[in-house]
């Protein structure tokens, strides 16, 4: 079966960058499906970040696109955050989760709280 | 972007029939999706494409709804479903969730 880890430092100081990983084991990422960042908020708003598809390609979302990253390690079977310039608002549990073209997310890491303070 | 409205809470008595609604800003065709999270946990997916039940996952739950209205339905509530339940699109780039339907029950 799938499964998705995600891993990553707690706490990050304002303006510098975000960085996570996401391990995944039971599937290579390099077969199908999408590969993406999902996050949510103190608030409990979930917001979608991004993915990487098995061929490599990306798609972010918008509001983030100008401080986002999506990258892979596929001799690692592992794909990757980073994000620029962070702000308390960054302040979030992220998620990884694998979806299918219809883009429902089936499954889901445990999440890693990131802290964003000085 | 596509807002998804859902209603911030409701409380319900075991072995009732809730139904939790999302509305969608513009149409979404059937491409809704519903999942239920509990505190700690990461969200499960319980219906996709509107109303199709994920494997696993109890025959309990249903979904309904096509274009801006879509409904998630528990006939009938047990103690274990307090959770908050979200809604997400992905007809409309980028995909976007609802606020969530906290239920508790009494």
């Known amino acids: 079966e799938v499964q998705l880890q995600e891993s990553g430092p707690g706490l990050v100081k304002p303006s510098q960058s975000l960085s996570l990983t996401c391990s995944v084991t039971g599937y290579s990422i390099t077969s199908s499906y999408r590969w993406n960042w999902i996050r949510k908020f103190p608030g409990n708003k979930l917001e979608w970040m991004g993915y990487?598809?098995?061929?490599?390609?990306?798609n972010y979302n918008p509001s983030l696109k100008s401080r986002i990253s999506i990258t892979r390690d596929t001799s690692k079977n592992q794909f990757f955050l980073q994000v620029n310039s962070v702000t308390t608002e960054d302040t979030a549990t992220y998620y990884c989760a694998r979806s299918l073209i219809t883009t429902r997310f089936a499954y889901w890491g445990q999440g890693t709280l990131v802290t964003v303070s000085s | 972007d596509t807002v998804l409205t859902q209603s911030p809470a409701l409380a319900v008595s075991p072995g009732e029939r809730v139904t939790i609604s999302c509305r969608a800003s513009e149409s979404v065709s059937t491409l809704m999706h519903w999942y239920q999270q509990k505190p700690g946990q990461q969200p499960k997916l319980l219906i996709y494409?509107?109303?199709n039940l994920e494997s696993g996952v109890p025959a309990r739950f249903s979904g309904s709804g096509s274009g801006t209205d879509f409904t998630l339905t528990i006939d009938p509530v047990e103690a274990d479903d307090t959770a908050t339940y979200y809604c997400q699109q992905s007809w409309n780039d980028p995909w976007t969730f609802g606020g969530g339907t906290k239920l508790e029950l009494k």
């Open positions: 494409l509107a109303s």
């Open positions: 990487i598809n098995s061929a490599g390609s990306t």
